[in-house]
């Protein structure tokens, strides 16, 4: 997958992200940082976002399949 694509399905990401409204307050959640973890060697992508009116704090876990094929090839690489 290109760059391109991995951009699409991170804005598909923002667009969950934007339409939770906090569960404190109803307000908008903001991303407030991305990473890829690996967990059970399946990549996730996981947003800490933060409301934008009382400031609660969630996390977002979105599989993120796309990263596999690059994932391996950078596991191959470092090993
Ligand atoms: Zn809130």
Partial sequence: MILTDIMKYIESEYKV????PC?????DYEASALEI????DE????????????????????????????YIKYKAKTN
């Fill in 23 to 27: 569960e404190i307050c109803g307000g």
């Fill in 43 to 70: 990549p996730y992508d996981i947003c800490q976002c933060s409301c934008s009116l009382c400031g609660h704090e969630k996390i977002f876990e979105f599989p993120a399949p796309f990263l596999n094929e690059e």
């Fill in 17 to 20: 992200i934007n339409n939770t």
């Fill in 37 to 40: 973890l690996i967990i059970d």
